[in-house]
């Protein structure tokens, strides 16, 4: 069985490739427990490579207030060598979830990094689709994520209330945001379920975990995703994420 000096050494290794020699903003009075707790038994947690812990983690930052910690966070990403353009990409696709005033929040954060490092921001690309090709792309998208469950509870056709909402977040959200260039199917699909564990919605995480083993993620990959915005989110609401996630996930033995 590990031990705290081990999470604790464990921690301090992490801390330091992630943020080098420069205060990572911690009190005092919390190092060790960070070292041991956040970086050492998260953080170094096996099943889920380095730099898909940084987008689960990003996803979380843009889906709460954290200025300081988000600003670390953009130039410990863009040492792992995400780029720019990904970094930016998690952050305006959070904006579905916790809402766009989030992402400028997040993005304007990132961008004085950039400034700093010399990197030029991501441009925008010309997004002129037609409102129903992205409507089309995002109805194809939903199935190709959800199954038969693209169109169950609020996804629902015949929902009259909702109805009057869902058709802008499917031509938006699923037919817009997620076909953006930057990221993949699969780190898009990780970074939903992280945004959702943070945002403290269970019936999105389950929705979109069984979703993310559609496209790419294996079930432990899954569970680091969620485990990985505790030290950002809490852990109550990972407690609650996963209990979700147990209740429609086959144990595979991980």
Not at 97 to 115: H, I, P, Q, R, S
Not at 138 to 166: C, Q, V, W
Not at 211 to 229: F, K, M, R, W
């Amino acid at each position: 069985m590990v031990t705290r000096e081990e999470l604790r050494r464990d921690g301090e290794a992490m801390r330091e490739r992630l943020f080098g020699s420069v205060d990572d903003g911690a009190p005092a009075v919390m190092r060790t427990l960070l070292s041991e707790g956040a970086y050492g038994a998260v953080w170094s947690r096996p099943g889920l490579a380095i730099e898909d812990r940084m987008i689960a983690a990003l996803a979380a930052l843009g889906s709460i207030r954290a200025p300081a910690s988000t600003r670390r966070h953009v130039a410990a990403a863009l040492d792992l060598g995400l780029s720019a353009e990904s970094i930016v990409e998690v952050f305006i696709q959070v904006g579905i979830y916790a809402g766009f005033a989030m992402t400028e929040e997040a993005v304007a954060t990132a961008n004085t990094v950039f400034v700093e490092r010399g990197i030029d921001p991501p441009p925008d690309p010309v997004r002129d689709d037609a409102l129903e090709v992205l409507s089309q792309r995002g109805k194809d998208l939903m199935s190709k994520l959800h199954g038969t469950r693209a169109t169950r509870g609020y996804a629902s056709p015949e929902n009259k209330i909702t109805g009057r909402f869902y058709p802008l977040a499917i031509q938006y959200g699923y037919g817009e945001i997620w076909f953006r260039p930057g990221l993949d199917l699969r780190q898009r699909a990780l970074l939903a379920v992280a945004s959702f564990a943070a945002l403290k919605l269970e019936g999105q995480v389950a929705k979109f975990g069984q979703s993310a083993l559609n496209v790419g993620l294996d079930q432990t990959e899954l569970l680091e995703a969620v485990i990985q915005t505790a030290p950002i989110s809490g852990f109550a609401p990972v407690l609650n994420a996963l209990a979700a996630l147990s209740a429609v996930l086959e144990p595979d033995g991980s």
